[in-house]
């Protein structure tokens, strides 16, 4: 990167910083280092999207489309009905009550037990996935910027400290408004700037009809299949269910909303991400697509990680390495004309040769794939445990060969922007569940708002230094995004059944409840056992259906158990 | 469903544009079907 870039990058990145513990100085009291209490709807409603928006989501999701084409979408789709949902039925709740976080909730309708599982689920999952958020960029920045990945895990896990212990909530609401302004500059500029650097001959509409005829464009697929991740149907009922516990139960995302001036404003602010979450999810992924036009006109690289691809040349196996990727050029040359000829015929009109040049481009668009297919191959020979999965590395490989100077810089900033965004989120969520849901409510009970302060500062200093710890001893998951939410669909489900049935069911008491909760976490993580291992059989399921398997069984075995717990009774 | 009844005991302040939450609640769903709509045409035209 050029002098020029890194000042672009750190430029950001300290502004950001300075301006979040500057704009919360003089935090005093418990209330408004835990709930803010002042935000406008657009305020919340960019926090929200702001929390979910991880580096992930900038560095996974246009390699999705690049590899799988646009079909991630469909994973959305259920957003906007889980904030009416949220905002008809979870937050005048949460409001009534003036809880801090949501499992207090828990408390008044069944008992403290319950409220503490519930909590206590929440710790567990979300600090796992602090972790991760820090880790998955860290990881690939390190390879990026040819840093340790020491730094990178701490440069994004101090950063994010200094501004979240030293002012709570309101410094992480403060700070979103400026790092979504980054990230949503940052990736229209890229967006613009990969249509710009197609070829003089080839239109906006020509790139778009390459990518559709190539499968990239598969936005909307309404045929039903249980076992397929991403279709209409699993983004509209597995989805609901991930977005409802997300939002509904997850305190990163409930500290959010509750920050807002009133319920008017909070609901705005679900309003605002129901609205913008889908077409912003579409915008990231169509950037992926154009990456892929791109690379269709531009020699892309066998492989995306530039520092594996360049250790394994100096290998034992970088002959072979090496003749992959003279293969992997050759067949591009033809792929290149062959694209060509595809332009020319969808400028012609004609149906018949259109479907001609585009069979003769995917037929060697998959003897590409399959020379990909063997450098990674040799790439696992060579270093057994490199991660040969290079999706994460698409995008930002092609932001540091193609884009110019300064916008290299300000697409690193995104990335790092983003990472702090939702951990940041993460770290104040645990630092209130602790403090509210454990120590205050069962260690110290009758401290000063000033100890409940000082202590939540600790709680999140700790949890921020954990997660950094945490980061430091992760291996690489197959795909950072569905890491997240494989976790995620993993305890989610139990959580949103608890809140289901004390939203909805009021006949299924707290011991009732609590033991459907423990039995139905059980099944699910049995569940994605067997379904790992192929011997799930009858049960065989994408894991976001475990969302709305695993809040249908804590209701279902809840049911059974208080009918069993009313006949003794009686009896 | 006695916390939804009682939930609808706490006031709540209209929207401040199209005068209630139901109609907010509408215009997201109404985006959302127009929206899956355009991506399915998307989809068709450039397959």
């Known amino acids: ?571 | 469903m006695s916390e939804i009844k009682k939930e609808k005991e706490v006031p709540v302040d209209p929207p401040p544009f199209l005068g209630s939450w139901k109609n907010i609640y509408w215009l997201l769903m109404g985006n959302l079907i127009v929206l899956i709509l355009l991506f399915y045409l998307f989809t068709i035209h450039f397959s």
């Open chain 1, 1 to 571: 990167m050029s002098s020029i870039d890194w000042i672009v990058l750190f430029g950001t990145l300290i502004f950001i910083v300075a301006y979040g513990v500057w704009k919360t100085r003089g935090t005093n009291s418990m209330d408004s280092y835990l709930r803010g209490d002042t935000s406008k709807w657009w305020t919340i409603g960019l926090s929200i999207m702001a929390t979910q928006a991880s580096a992930i989501t900038f560095l996974s999701t246009p390699g999705q489309a690049y590899t799988d084409g646009m079909r991630f979408i469909q994973f959305y789709f259920g957003l906007p009905l889980a904030m009416i949902l949220i905002s008809v039925f979870f937050l005048p709740i949460y409001y009534k009550l003036k809880v801090y976080t949501a499992y207090e909730y828990l408390e008044s309708r069944f008992d403290v037990k319950t409220r503490m599982l519930a909590a206590l689920i929440f710790l567990i999952q979300r600090g796992l996935a602090a972790g991760i958020t820090i880790y998955a960029p860290a990881i690939i920045l390190s390879s990026l910027l040819d840093w340790r990945l020491g730094y990178t895990t701490l440069i994004i896990g101090v950063l994010v400290i200094i501004y979240t212990v030293s002012g709570g909530t309101k410094a992480v609401t403060q700070t979103q408004k400026q790092q979504m302004a980054v990230m949503m500059g940052g990736m229209i500029a890229a967006g613009v700037l990969v249509i710009v650097s197609l070829p003089d001959n080839v239109g906006f509409f020509d790139a778009m009809h390459v990518a559709g005829k190539m499968g990239k464009l598969n936005v909307v697929n309404f045929d039903f299949d249980l076992s397929d991740r991403y279709n209409f149907w699993s983004g509209m009922t597995g989805a609901v269910f991930l977005f409802m516990s997300y939002f509904g139960t997850d305190q990163s995302q409930v500290q959010r909303y509750l920050s807002g001036k009133s319920l008017s404003e909070s609901r705005l602010g679900l309003m605002m991400n129901g609205l913008l979450k889908v077409p912003m999810q579409f915008i990231i992924l169509f950037i992926g697509a154009m990456v892929f036009v791109f690379y269709q006109f531009n020699a892309p690289p066998v492989f995306f990680n530039d520092t594996v691809a360049q250790q394994v040349r100096v290998s034992e196996q970088g002959e072979a390495f090496t003749a992959l990727e003279d293969e992997y050029n050759s067949i591009f040359e033809e792929k290149r004309r062959a694209v060509d000829n595809l332009v020319t015929t969808v400028e012609s009109g004609d149906e018949k040769s259109i479907d001609l040049a585009a069979n003769t481009l995917n037929s060697l668009q998959e003897s590409s794939e399959e020379v990909r297919t063997q450098a990674k191959a040799v790439i696992q020979q060579a270093l057994p445990d490199a991660e040969t999965n290079d999706k994460d590395y698409i995008f930002m490989n092609f932001v540091m060969n193609n884009l110019p100077v300064g916008i290299v810089g300000l697409l690193f900033a995104v990335i790092f922007s983003a990472a702090m965004s939702s951990t940041s989120s993460e770290l104040n969520a645990l630092g209130s569940t602790s403090v509210i849901d454990f120590y205050k409510r069962k260690i110290n009970q009758k401290a000063s708002d000033k100890h409940y302060l000082q202590s939540s500062k600790l709680f999140t200093l700790a949890w921020g230094i954990l997660a950094i710890i945490f980061a430091s001893y992760l291996s690489l998951f197959e795909n950072l995004i569905q890491a997240v939410n494989l976790i995620g669909s993993l305890f989610y489900p139990i959580v949103l059944g608890i809140f289901v049935v004390a939203f909805f069911f009021k006949y299924i008491k707290a011991n009732a409840v609590f033991i459907a909760a423990i039995l139905s976490q059980a099944v699910i993580i049995l569940l994605h056992y067997l379904n790992v291992n192929g011997q799930a059989g009858f049960f065989t399921m994408g894991f976001l259906w475990y969302n709305a398997f695993g809040c249908v069984l804590v209701v279902l075995i809840g049911f059974i158990i208080q009918t069993g717990i009313n006949q003794k009774r009686n009896s």
